[in-house]
Nanobody, 119 residues
């Protein structure tokens, strides 16, 4: 497992933006698929966005498509740009790394970063 560290969470008003960062302890291999998940209070953890490291192909959940963008930073960093935030986006956001495309959760996790959106 590769330790991941998220940052960039915080409190923002509805309609605002945040950029989350996820830094891996080492180089992210080209075979990896990096993803973001989130978990709101009382709800199950859900997939948000993913990126295949080798091709930079991305995919998103319907709830964030058009508002969130996942991207590659340098060799060990992945970002999640979140625009036009709503209260429904309030959750702990987790970075995840694995080898499978799709909604599956990989073995690599960060500790999570809290995002709170107020009206």
């Amino acid at each position: 497992q590769v330790p991941l560290v998220e940052s960039g969470g915080g409190s923002v008003q509805a309609g605002g933006s945040l950029r989350l960062s996820c830094e891996a302890s080492g180089r992210i291999l080209s075979s990896r698929v990096m993803k973001w998940f989130r978990q709101a209070p009382g709800k199950e953890r859900e997939f948000v966005a993913g990126i295949r490291w080798s091709t930079l192909r991305t995919y998103y959940s319907d709830s964030v498509k058009g508002r969130f963008t996942i991207s590659k930073g340098n060799y060990n960093t992945v970002y999640l740009q979140m625009n036009d935030l709503t209260q429904e986006d309030t959750a702990v956001y987790y970075c995840n790394g694995g080898s499978q495309w799709g909604l599956d959760q990989g073995p690599d996790w960060g500790q999570g970063t809290q995002v709170t959106v107020s009206s």
